[in-house]
């Protein structure tokens, strides 16, 4: 079955880095776009970043645009989030998805694996 395991969660402090990292099994890693969401408490879940099949093309929302890159490595079936100058709104738990999908249009929706998610905790 298919499954994503997030890790490199944990606690920065405000204007520090962290990577996120997602290990893909259970698919051919190649045939699906990626994409980095979280979910703060009382908030609904957001897309952060998303990556076509190949690498290709990215997405990123406004809020981390500049700050963030997602990047893949298809031959160690893994997707990556670095994240830079950190601030405490980034507080949330982190999810990677899966959507079967080998273009590069829509990748905003339809994410349909989910990984367990990993803690991220900015402190001011």
């Known amino acids: 079955q298919v499954q994503l395991v997030e890790s490199g969660g944990g606690l920065v402090q405000a204007g520090g880095s962290l990577r996120l990292s997602c290990a893909a099994s259970g698919l051919t890693f190649s045939s699906y776009a990626m994409g980095w969401f979280r979910q703060a408490p009382g908030k609904e879940r957001e897309l952060l970043a998303a990556i076509s099949w190949g690498g290709s093309t990215t997405r990123y929302a406004d809020s981390v645009k500049g700050r963030f890159t997602i990047s893949r490595d298809n031959a160690k079936a893994t997707v990556h989030l670095q994240m830079n100058s950190l601030k405490p709104e980034d507080t949330a738990v982190y999810y990677c998805?899966?959507?079967?999908?080998?273009?590069?249009?829509?990748?905003?929706?339809?994410?349909?694996?989910w990984g367990q998610g990993t803690q991220v905790t900015v402190s001011s």
């Open positions: 998805a899966a959507k079967s999908y080998r273009g590069t249009v829509s990748l905003g929706s339809g994410y349909g694996y």
